[in-house]
């Protein structure tokens, strides 16, 4: 059966890219575009898994991130952090705030699939 | 009024300048008294001829009424100018501290 | 016929000289050129509103009916002008240092700024000066019919016009243009002042010209004059005591308390040191004002038929011995006199109206300065204008009313009796610190009931039935108006005069001294009394959290921008601050409050700053500064002071610094990571993109040249990325090589205009100002890319429904200003001081910049020997792109 993802980023070109090579995998790919409602919308959608971007408009990702974790029903939701902030700190940040794995822009389209396929999988 | 206050804060003795000055100010300040005690002299004048009788004195015509209190006013505009002119205050430093 | 005709003819350019004489002095104070406008001369001939027509005409029927007494009325003033050092010194460095506008605004200011106060000076004022100005109506009235009885075509002339009217008109005209063309922080009047000098010669001349021609033309020299005074019926000396001592106090406390004198002495006052001119120059002049009054009325009484109005021989006798030169230009000197006083009391009372009584009513319907719909200026303005109509139909109504009959004859004396009632509080005021404002205002009522009810009402025939007049009101013997207590027999105005004030003095200083004083008047009394000992300011304005952009935007409305921008600026930089707007501190806010005392007096500037910092509040070292005044501590903490102001000047400074530096660290940091995120996403990009492109086979060709194109987009936003980087590290560091060349600003404006594709936006973008005639000498294209830069700005950030940009060109000071203001909701104050720093974005909306644009621009406008700022308080968020004069080519 085909897994759901929903991708959470605000550049319209990078949506584009990552929508392209999952649907070419095989995901069903959902997308949405800022920080303000992302929690309702994950919630809403249920998906099997979430990418999220850092900075968003309205709200950071980690703050989605924290309130996700803090939600029963997506309290184990995999969750990947995408961002093109790249520092150690960052990647703190991202592990505090509960992601299952961080990757950093830009990426390989081929580690992304690899890492959302592992994360599934687990 | 600010006579007691400054008594410690001003020098005993001024320069003769200053000196000068305080006591012009001084002048200005009683200008006013003289000018009133002056003009008060009508208030002795008789006022009728009864009156006049009375205190053994001429009635006073109207032209030397006239011609005192224009004088008194010239003397006095006279002065004021005498004193302005040797006078000097500037406006934004407090010119009336001490003695 | 003819004579009348020519009356008016000349009457008519005379008022044309005026105004030419007022609009030029006008000009001259605003180019500058008006050094001679503030010479002591013009300061002592405007003193001269004191002598009304009241003077010119009645004091010849004055002495033609009493002999000498006339003379009370000009000894009083010269006493006080005599006696400056005492009074008029204090009053005008008091006027000067708190901004004062009027004697309403000077003793609710001393009062802790009460506005009760100010409304009880400003209604006693009104009832006392509107029969004053309908006594001038008439008076020239009368001399016009003076002309027409001698003239058979006149009468019926006279009749069917209505000269009160008329000139009524033509003075609340003349007041209007001369009087509320600004709304000037000192209130003062330059045309107006000069035109009531030229009239000040005029009546001069003319008196003296009458006395010269009545001595020696009809008495036939000094001598003969003299016997012939002596062999009148006004021939000895009969004054009566009480009446000239009490008549000259009463002039001498008129002088000091007529809203028209304050004016004159205190308000247009251009510098202290013109009192010493005119304390000899003004006695001097107001001798020779009274010096032939004697010798016309005998020459009158002798010569004019029995029961002709001795008002009026000052006219008459010139008439009657056909010199109608002279008539005629004695006609012009009463004229002059009526006209200056009723330009000046108009003036007066309508300042005290609008800023005490229209003004508060219109900030309480408005909710205060700072919500209300429109320009305040325009407020003050209109509610001059209204009151001085208000103030001349007053005057013509009670003119009208009151038939024009001799009743107005005593109405000068009366009118004296009204304003004197402000004596005890004004004098009070700034020698007694312990006066307080309920003693102040416990003293004007009584004194004001007193008066109304022994002086003004019996003077007016119908005011009071007869039974009260003869038997007291309820048959009470002893409150009888003109005998109170039962004491009899004293002259009607003595009497009136001596109870009023007595008793006004008297409960002034007794609920002086049982009543205690708010901190704030206390504060003021200190201020007011030891005016000569410290000029610091009243620290009655705490902290708080004042919001400095709400006192922008409330003081631009009632001064003007420019004026408020300047002072801000000023402000901001006296505490080390770079920018518009200064803390809030004390000693600003008084500032600022005095500065709008300037334009809606006291009471109102007070409540204005209330309106936006909260509550009135002064704080116990403000007590304290109070209580420990003696002369030592005053030099001692002086000197601290201006240690302590230095070092919390230093400290703030420091502290502006340090924060500067700590945010600037914190940026530091975040700029690597910044430039690392900018260059990735783009990056980010093109490399998914290329991977497609090489890994998957089968890709349809539209999809193909569509993944191309999306990498070709964010190449070049990279490269603009990068162009953006280096050109702000070429111009930090001052490696740039300008390429000037001449242009129009307008030119330069049009184009960046048309750059940022403006004609593709809903933004609206509006210019003004004279741009076409500006020539520049500059690096146009970097100009131009610096408007395009603001322009676009507004075109992502403004966030109106119906977006729109102003454009408004000003040349000011030397310098070009170019504001860009949108109608936005601008940006907020803490953003304001980091909008020009690198990678600042205000939101994290995606506008498609690197937050690099601004910080571009004003490196370049600093290279370009320029600025560029934030402008806050425009309603939207506005920037100000100012270049020096120097870029300035002579202009075509």
């Given at each position: 059966m085909t897994k759901r993802v929903l991708i959470i980023e605000d550049e319209p070109n990078i949506i584009e890219a990552i929508s392209f090579i999952l649907s070419r995998d095989g995901w069903s790919v959902d997308t949405h575009s800022n920080g303000h409602d992302a929690v309702a919308v994950v919630l809403m959608r249920a998906p099997d898994l979430v990418i999220l971007d850092v900075m968003l408009p309205g709200r950071s990702g980690y703050d989605i991130l924290t309130d996700l974790r803090a939600q029963p029903e997506t309290r184990d939701l995999p969750v990947l952090i995408l961002t093109a902030r790249g520092q150690a700190r960052d990647r703190e940040l991202a592990e505090k705030a509960g992601a299952s794995h961080f990757m950093t822009k830009p990426f390989s389209n081929a580690d992304v699939i690899e890492a959302l396929n592992a994360l599934v999988a687990q | 009024m600010t006579d007691t206050m400054t008594d410690k804060a001003s020098p005993l003795f001024l320069e003769r300048r200053s000196y000068r000055q305080r006591r012009l100010m001084d002048a200005a300040r009683l200008l006013p008294v003289l000018a009133a005690l002056l003009w008060l002299v009508p208030l002795l004048w008789p006022r009728s001829a009864a009156q006049a009788e009375a205190a053994g004195a001429a009635t006073v015509t109207s032209s030397s009424a006239i011609l005192y209190i224009f004088g008194v006013w010239t003397l006095l505009a006279v002065i004021a100018f005498v004193l302005s002119l040797t006078m000097d205050i500037k406006p934004d430093t407090p010119t009336d501290r001490g003695l | 016929m003819a004579t009348l005709n020519i009356l008016i003819a000349v009457c008519l350019t005379y008022v044309a000289l005026l105004f030419a004489v007022a609009f030029m002095a006008e000009r001259a104070a605003l180019q500058g050129r008006g050094n001679w406008l503030r010479s002591p001369w013009i300061y002592t001939l405007s003193l001269s509103v004191y002598c009304t027509a009241w003077t010119f005409y009645g004091a010849v029927g004055y002495a033609a009916r009493s002999g000498l007494e006339y003379v009370t009325i000009y000894l009083g003033p010269s006493l006080v002008m005599v006696g400056w050092w005492w009074a008029l010194r204090k009053m005008v460095r008091i006027g000067r240092t708190q901004r004062?506008?009027?004697?309403?605004?000077?003793?609710?200011?001393?009062?802790?700024?009460?506005?009760?106060?100010?409304?009880?000076?400003?209604?006693?004022?009104?009832?006392?000066?509107?029969?004053?100005?309908?006594?001038?109506?008439?008076?020239?009235?009368?001399?016009?019919?003076?002309?027409?009885?001698?003239?058979?075509?006149?009468i019926a002339l006279m009749e069917s016009h209505d000269t009160a009217l008329w000139v009524a008109i033509g003075l609340a005209l003349f007041t209007i243009l001369f009087g509320t063309r600004n709304l000037d922080a000192n209130e003062r009047h330059h045309g107006v002042v000069m035109a009531i000098a030229v009239e000040a010669v005029v009546k001069l001349c003319a008196l003296i010209a009458v006395g010269v021609f009545v001595v020696w033309g009809v008495a036939g020299g000094i001598g003969p004059m003299m016997e012939r005074i002596d062999a009148s019926e006004i021939g000895t000396w009969q004054m009566d005591g009480g009446r000239w001592v009490g008549l000259t106090f009463l002039s001498a406390a008129a002088f000091l308390t007529l809203p028209r004198m304050f004016q004159v002495l205190v308000v247009e006052n251009e510098d202290e040191r013109h009192l010493r001119t005119a304390a000899w120059a003004f006695p001097t002049y107001l001798m020779l004002m009274s010096l032939f009054v004697v010798p016309i009325a005998v020459v009158g009484l002798d010569l004019m038929p029995a029961g002709s109005n001795p008002d009026q021989f000052v006219l008459t006798v010139p008439l009657t011995q056909g010199q109608e030169g002279l008539a005629m230009l004695s006609f012009l000197g009463g004229f002059s006199s009526a006209t200056s006083m009723v330009i000046v009391a108009a003036i007066a009372l309508s300042t005290m109206v609008s800023n005490h009584i229209v003004m508060p009513i219109f900030l309480r319907l408005t909710q205060g300065g700072a919500g209300g719909p429109s320009d305040v200026r325009h407020v003050v303005i209109m509610a001059r204008r209204l009151s001085i109509g208000l103030v001349l139909a007053l005057g013509y109504l009670y003119y009208k009313i009151s038939g024009g009959g001799t009743a107005l004859a005593a109405i000068g004396l009366v009118s004296f009796a009204g304003l004197a009632q402000l004596l005890p509080a004004m004098m009070g005021g700034i020698f007694w610190r312990g006066a307080t404002r309920n003693g102040a205002f416990a003293g004007l009522v009584v004194g004001f009931v007193l008066w109304t009810y022994c002086l003004l009402l019996p003077q007016f025939g119908n005011g009071l039935p007869p039974s009260v007049l003869e038997q007291g009101p309820w048959g009470i013997g002893w409150l009888r108006p003109q005998a109170l207590f039962g004491i009899e027999g004293?002259?009607?105005?003595?009497?009136?005069?001596?109870?009023?004030?007595?008793?006004?003095?008297?409960?002034?200083?007794?609920?002086?001294?049982?009543?205690?004083?708010?901190?704030?008047?206390?504060?003021?009394?200190?201020?007011?009394?030891?005016?000569?000992?410290?000029?610091?300011?009243?620290?009655?304005?705490?902290?708080?959290?004042?919001?400095?952009?709400?006192?922008?935007?409330?003081?631009?409305?009632?001064?003007?921008?420019?004026?408020?921008?300047?002072?801000?600026?000023?402000?901001?930089?006296?505490?080390?601050?770079?920018?518009?707007?200064?803390?809030?501190?004390?000693?600003?806010?008084?500032?600022?409050?005095?500065?709008?005392?300037?334009?809606?007096?006291?009471?109102?500037?007070?409540?204005?700053?209330?309106?936006?910092?909260?509550?009135?509040?002064?704080?116990?070292?403000?007590?304290?500064?109070?209580?420990?005044?003696?002369?030592?501590?005053?030099?001692?903490?002086?000197?601290?002071?201006?240690?302590?102001?230095?070092?919390?000047?230093?400290?703030?400074?420091?502290?502006?610094?340090?924060?500067?530096?700590?945010?600037?660290?914190?940026?530091?940091?975040?700029?690597?990571?910044?430039?690392?995120?900018?260059?990735?996403?783009?990056?980010?990009?093109?490399?998914?993109?290329?991977?497609?492109?090489?890994?998957?086979?089968?890709?349809?060709?539209?999809?193909?040249?569509?993944?191309?194109?999306?990498?070709?987009?964010?190449?070049?936003?990279?490269?603009?990325?990068?162009?953006?980087?280096?050109?702000?590290?070429?111009?930090?560091?001052?490696?740039?090589?300008?390429?000037?060349?001449?242009?129009?600003?307008?030119?330069?404006?049009?184009?960046?205009?048309?750059?940022?594709?403006?004609?593709?936006?809903?933004?609206?973008?509006?210019?003004?100002?004279?741009?076409?005639?500006?020539?520049?000498?500059?690096?146009?294209?970097?100009?131009?890319?610096?408007?395009?830069?603001?322009?676009?700005?507004?075109?992502?950030?403004?966030?109106?429904?119906?977006?729109?940009?102003?454009?408004?060109?000003?040349?000011?000071?030397?310098?070009?200003?170019?504001?860009?203001?949108?109608?936005?909701?601008?940006?907020?104050?803490?953003?304001?001081?980091?909008?020009?720093?690198?990678?600042?974005?205000?939101?994290?909306?995606?506008?498609?910049?690197?937050?690099?644009?601004l910080a571009i621009c004003r490196e370049i406008?600093?290279?370009?020997?320029?600025?560029?700022?934030?402008?806050?308080?425009?309603?939207?968020?506005?920037?100000?792109?100012?270049?020096p004069v120097a870029q300035r080519m002579a202009a075509q």
């Open positions: - | - | 004062i506008t009027s004697v309403a605004d000077l003793i609710s200011s001393r009062y802790g700024k009460s506005g009760l106060l100010a409304v009880c000076v400003t209604l006693l004022a009104v009832i006392g000066i509107t029969p004053y100005i309908s006594l001038q109506l008439q008076s020239v009235t009368l001399s016009f019919s003076s002309f027409a009885t001698s003239d058979p075509g006149g004293v002259d009607p105005l003595l009497h009136a005069v001596m109870w009023s004030l007595s008793l006004n003095t008297a409960f002034f200083i007794l609920v002086s001294l049982v009543s205690f004083p708010s901190p704030l008047e206390r504060l003021q009394g200190a201020q007011f009394v030891n005016i000569f000992e410290r000029s610091g300011n009243p620290q009655s304005w705490k902290g708080g959290i004042a919001q400095s952009e709400d006192l922008m935007i409330m003081a631009q409305r009632i001064l003007g921008p420019a004026e408020v921008q300047a002072f801000f600026q000023s402000e901001a930089a006296r505490q080390g601050l770079a920018g518009f707007l200064p803390e809030p501190s004390p000693d600003f806010l008084a500032r600022l409050e005095r500065e709008l005392s300037g334009a809606v007096g006291g009471a109102t500037a007070h409540a204005m700053v209330a309106q936006i910092m909260g509550a009135a509040s002064v704080s116990v070292e403000d007590l304290l500064a109070v209580a420990d005044e003696t002369a030592q501590m005053m030099e001692y903490s002086s000197q601290l002071e201006a240690k302590s102001n230095e070092l919390t000047r230093t400290a703030r400074q420091l502290r502006a610094a340090n924060d500067k530096l700590t945010q600037l660290s914190v940026q530091k940091d975040a700029f690597l990571s910044q430039i690392s995120h900018e260059l990735r996403t783009p990056m980010t990009s093109i490399r998914a993109f290329s991977e497609i492109l090489r890994d998957a086979e089968g890709l349809k060709p539209e999809d193909l040249t569509r993944y191309a194109s999306i990498i070709h987009a964010e190449a070049i936003r990279l490269t603009r990325l990068l162009d953006d980087l280096l050109d702000l590290s070429v111009l930090e560091n001052g490696q740039v090589s300008l390429n000037l060349r001449d242009g129009r600003l307008s030119d330069v404006i049009a184009h960046a205009i048309a750059a940022a594709g403006s004609d593709m936006h809903p933004l609206r973008v509006r210019r003004v100002g004279p741009a076409e005639g500006i020539f520049l000498t500059t690096d146009l294209d970097r100009l131009a890319q610096v408007f395009i830069n603001l322009i676009a700005n507004a075109q992502k950030y403004c966030d109106a429904p119906r977006p729109e940009l102003t454009i408004a060109v000003t040349r000011r000071e030397g310098r070009i200003l170019v504001d860009f203001i949108d109608n936005g909701a601008g940006i907020p104050p803490e953003s304001q001081g980091m909008i020009f720093e690198k990678f600042y974005r205000i939101s994290d909306r995606q506008a498609g910049g690197a937050g690099l644009g406008m600093d290279r370009l020997g320029g600025t560029l700022g934030y402008l806050p308080g425009q309603g939207g968020a506005a920037f100000r792109v100012s270049l």
